[in-house]
């Protein structure tokens, strides 16, 4: 079955980049009927989705604009992963992060997850 | 983005019927059928119980349903379990090309 494996540091300093990576079991980050998204959740702002890269001939990513101007989501052919980062951290930042998987026309079927990451913003 | 707007909690008794509620705008809700819901336990990952509005994945009890009349999408929950009590969210898609949650509703099973 598909499975989705993260991993990175759970503890970033303010205005560092933080870094996650999602490694997939079962499926292939090429999939032409498949996207690879992140969303987090604090208990400030709940689920908040951040953005997805997908392939369909060619690769595309969509970011929310929330955090556009600060995030970057990569696909890794060579390692069947995909990655976050996101640039200038704050507090606010701090979060539970999870990859997810979705299929279907609006993506929001977001059928497998990842096991999630806490994230802590702090010196 | 606004998140969608859901009630803070919803209880009933085993066995009873309950509905969830999850309200947007034309630019999200009212103008797709890209609606989903999620169930989340404490300390897991959310778990797709519906998408599309109102389909079910496979393995989702037919317990669980989904619909939508205009700006508002709504989860229905029939014969309520005690492993029902779980946090739910809704999510759409938007005119922006994203995709935006609900706050969530704690479910309780009296």
């Known amino acids: 079955q598909v499975q989705l494996q993260q991993s990175g540091p759970g503890l970033v300093k303010p205005s560092q980049t933080l870094s996650l990576t999602c490694a997939i079991s079962?499926?292939?980050?090429?999939?032409?009927?498949?996207?690879w998204n992140w969303i987090r959740q604090s208990p400030s702002r709940g689920l908040e989705y951040l953005g997805r890269?997908?392939?369909?001939?060619?690769?595309?990513?969509d970011y929310a604009v929330s955090v556009e101007s600060r995030i970057t989501i990569n696909p890794d052919t060579s390692k069947n992963q995909f990655s976050l980062q996101l640039n200038s951290v704050t507090p606010d930042d701090t979060a539970v992060y999870y990859c997810?998987?979705?299929?279907?026309?609006?993506?929001?079927?977001?059928?497998?997850w990842g096991q999630g990451t806490m994230v802590t913003v702090s010196s | 983005q606004s998140a969608l707007t859901q009630p803070a909690s919803v209880s009933g008794s085993p066995g009873q019927s309950i509905t969830i509620s999850c309200t947007g705008a034309?630019?999200?809700?009212?103008?797709?059928?890209?609606v989903s819901w999620f169930q989340q336990h404490p300390g897991k990952a959310p778990k797709l119980m519906i998408y599309?509005?109102?389909n079910r994945p496979s393995g989702v009890s037919n317990r669980f349903s989904g619909s939508k009349s205009g700006n508002t999408a709504s989860l229905t929950i029939s014969g309520l379990q005690a492993e029902d009590e779980a946090d739910y969210y809704c999510?759409?898609?938007?005119?922006?090309?994203?995709?935006?949650f609900g706050g969530g509703t704690k479910v309780t099973v009296l």
């Open positions: 997810a998987r979705s299929r279907g026309g609006g993506g929001t079927a977001f059928d497998i």
């Open positions: 079962g499926d292939s980050v090429s999939s032409n009927s498949a996207a």
């Open positions: 890269t997908y392939y369909r001939s060619d690769w595309y990513n």
């Open positions: 034309s630019s999200d809700v009212g103008g797709y059928n890209y």
């Open positions: 599309d509005v109102s």
């Open positions: 999510s759409s898609y938007t005119n922006s090309y994203t995709r935006v």
